[in-house]
């Protein structure tokens, strides 16, 4: 039996793959999967697995502390609307938790959870260490290269879209004809894509960029093949996401579905 590490598992691929890299690496995951986020099919690649409601912090403390957890990472979207939730919604636990948040920003409601669980005894780490195969060097991914313009919107929208992330309002950024068309908000990337497609049309440039002092513990964004189908659904041009700090799931898959829609991907340095 390997090491014990808990997984809070949230929406996408990422989720799914992270256990796939636990188990080659020998961990044995107690993964509680947040109901209504997480994939139906996750609980096959967890040795102990619970579902867990985005309200139900005590439950989710118990599980962990039950199944003798001291570490534990966080993959996956999990969606802010939370702060959202009525009251009587949520468990005495996190009610207490989100009571003494003043500023209710995604980052701020994540770092007060970690807080709370390593109060708990339950270390929450850098997940980084799981999601190493699917990290992309800077350049061209696929094979239909960037116009003139397209490259224009991306120096015009890159530190535009970095100063947002750091605001903590979102990470995506969708340009045209060097405008500002959408920007992402709690509704998540995938929306926030769609959202510009109906506003622009045809010709976005989709820039997708991490914090500059992005803490892994609370947040690694990432593209992947649903990501793509957005872009192709919007008839983006192009998506430019930053390389080395932001995983991209399902990458061959993806990529012919871009370069199908001829729709350009490039991942940048900042």
Do not use: H
């Amino acid at each position: 039996m390997g090491e014990r590490i808990g997984v809070i598992a949230g929406a996408g691929e990422s989720p799914l793959l992270a256990l796939e890299e636990a188990a080659r690496l020998g961990l044995e995951c107690v993964v509680a999967g947040v109901r209504g986020e997480a994939q139906p099919d996750i609980k096959s690649r967890a040795s102990v697995f619970e579902w867990i409601g985005l309200t139900e912090l005590d439950k989710l403390v118990s599980f962990f502390k039950g199944q003798s957890v001291r570490k534990a990472v966080m993959v996956g979207a999990i969606n802010p609307k939370v702060v959202l939730q009525p009251k009587e919604t949520m468990d005495d636990a996190l009610f207490q938790l989100i009571a003494q948040i003043r500023d209710k920003t995604p980052t701020r409601l994540i770092q007060t959870l970690i807080d709370y669980l390593g109060a708990q005894g339950i270390e929450v780490v850098d997940p980084s260490f799981l999601l190493q195969p699917y990290f992309s060097p800077p350049g061209l991914l696929g094979a239909v290269p960037p116009t003139p313009a397209i490259l224009e919107d991306i120096e015009f929208g890159w530190e535009r879209a970095r100063r947002l992330a750091d605001e903590d309002i979102g990470q995506t950024l969708a340009v045209k004809d060097r405008a500002v068309v959408a920007v992402e908000g709690m509704e998540g990337t995938s929306e926030a894509i769609e959202r510009a497609g109906r506003l622009a049309g045809e010709g976005l440039v989709v820039i997708k960029v991490a914090r500059t002092r992005q803490d892994p513990r609370i947040d690694i964004p990432a593209v992947g093949l649903d990501t793509f189908r957005r872009l192709v659904k919007a008839r983006a041009a192009a998506l430019c996401f930053e390389a080395g700090r932001m995983p991209f799931f399902q990458k061959d898959e993806s990529l012919a579905l871009a370069d199908a829609a001829g729709l350009a991907v490039l991942a940048k340095r900042s």
